[in-house]
């Protein structure tokens, strides 16, 4: 597994988040590198992103300053350069930034308006699920799909094929289409080289809810991106590892991932655990906002999950703050 830590180590200079970037020439190289060249974009002979240098330059510049569009990079980059241990490592990457510097975390917060984290939500647009003003191809969704999973039998086995294989991407054109027994297989003879290969992919459903709850918890359910599709992406491979290798089991030292096994054992579509409820609500709202956007329900399906894992104080504290007193008075206890 690749270690992060190092990565969310406070900064030296101007600890613990560094200095503001923004307009340092370093990170528009970066930001550039990672776009490739737009100018031969739509050439036959574009020339690819550089990813290697790519995940060079946002490692560096992540020593410097604790910047989440920096962390955005460098989970995309890993991926690429990586596969899916590299994706891993970005989601963790990411919600430990959430976790650790929310205080301090740039882009800043809007101290002119009630700190209000918009520069942030806007900094993890190429997280979410729905439309964004980002090409498909700058998504993480895109990265995840495009990560490659383990090599075996002389070939590349990618999150692409695996959904393919099970009919939820088409094959591209040109290309013959993945088939079940071809992923079987191939996870198969990679998890007889090295039982450690499919750590990261038997954990991912618990690292993509890891950083969709550490979103929601900062942000608030209606401005956090959505991550259903993909939670949905991250269950399915799981899923497909697991019956290839049902033997394999991910690190259990934590709850959290012993959650990840209840999940997995359950029948496809069966709601297991609330982390199941909350992917489905997720995955609700994505559907309306894709096929019905001018429908309210979204808005009152956020609010009912941002309630989820509160207690009845918490829940009437959010809803209706005004009745508290009386609550209060009714059971017999002292407001806090």
């Given at each position: 597994m690749i270690d992060v830590e190092p990565l969310l180590a406070p900064t030296e200079t101007m600890p613990p988040a560094g200095i503001d970037l923004e307009y340092d020439p370093a990170f528009l190289a970066l930001d550039a590198l990672a776009r490739g060249n737009p100018e031969r974009?739509?050439?036959?002979?574009?020339?690819?992103?550089?990813?290697?240098?790519?995940?060079?330059?946002?490692?560096?510049?992540?020593?410097?300053?604790?910047?989440?569009?920096?962390?955005?990079?460098?989970?995309?980059?890993?991926?690429?350069?990586?596969?899916?241990?590299?994706?891993?490592?970005?989601?963790?990457?990411?919600?430990?930034?959430?976790?650790?510097?929310?205080?301090?975390?740039?882009?800043?917060?809007?101290?002119?308006?009630?700190?209000?984290?918009?520069?942030?939500?806007?900094?993890?647009?190429?997280?979410?699920?729905?439309?964004?003003?980002?090409?498909?191809?700058?998504?993480?969704?895109?990265?995840?799909?495009?990560?490659?999973?383990?090599?075996?039998?002389?070939?590349?086995?990618?999150?692409?094929?695996?959904?393919?294989?099970?009919?939820?991407?088409?094959?591209?054109?040109?290309?013959?289409a993945a088939t079940p027994a071809r992923v079987e297989g191939m996870l198969a003879d990679a998890l007889a080289r090295d039982r450690d290969t499919l750590a990261e992919g038997?954990?991912?459903?618990?690292?993509?809810?890891?950083?969709?709850?550490?979103?929601?918890?900062?942000?608030?359910?209606?401005?956090?991106?959505?991550?259903?599709?993909m939670l949905g992406t991250a269950r399915l491979v799981a899923a497909q590892m697991h019956a290839a290798a049902p033997q394999a089991e991910p690190q259990t030292e934590t709850a959290p991932q012993a959650g990840v096994e209840?999940?997995?054992?359950?029948?496809?579509?069966?709601?297991?655990?609330?982390?199941?409820?909350?992917?489905?609500?997720?995955?609700?709202?994505?559907?309306?906002?894709?096929?019905?956007?001018?429908h309210p329900a979204p808005l009152l399906i956020r609010r009912a999950r941002g309630l989820m894992g509160k207690d009845f104080l918490s829940v009437m504290r959010d809803l209706a703050p005004g009745s508290l007193d009386q609550i209060h008075l009714i059971a017999g206890t002292k407001p806090e």
């Open positions: 974009q739509f050439e036959a002979l574009a020339e690819p992103t550089a990813w290697p240098d790519v995940l060079e330059a946002s490692q560096a510049l992540l020593a410097k300053s604790k910047d989440l569009r920096i962390g955005v990079v460098y989970a995309r980059a890993a991926s690429r350069v990586h596969g899916l241990a590299g994706f891993h490592a970005g989601l963790r990457l990411l919600t430990g930034l959430f976790e650790r510097y929310w205080d301090t975390l740039y882009p800043p917060l809007d101290a002119d308006d009630d700190n209000d984290p918009a520069l942030r939500v806007n900094a993890l647009a190429p997280l979410a699920d729905a439309y964004t003003p980002f090409a498909e191809s700058e998504t993480l969704l895109h990265d995840l799909r495009e990560s490659e999973v383990c090599r075996a039998r002389g070939e590349r086995l990618t999150v692409r094929d695996m959904l393919v294989a099970q009919g939820r991407l088409a094959a591209a054109q040109g290309e013959s038997l954990d991912l459903p618990r690292a993509v809810q890891a950083l969709s709850d550490a979103l929601t918890g900062r942000l608030g359910a209606e401005r956090a991106p959505l991550l259903a599709d209840r999940r997995m054992t359950a029948r496809p579509g069966e709601i297991a655990t609330r982390e199941d409820a909350v992917a489905l609500l997720d995955s609700v709202c994505a559907f309306l906002e894709r096929t019905e956007p001018a």
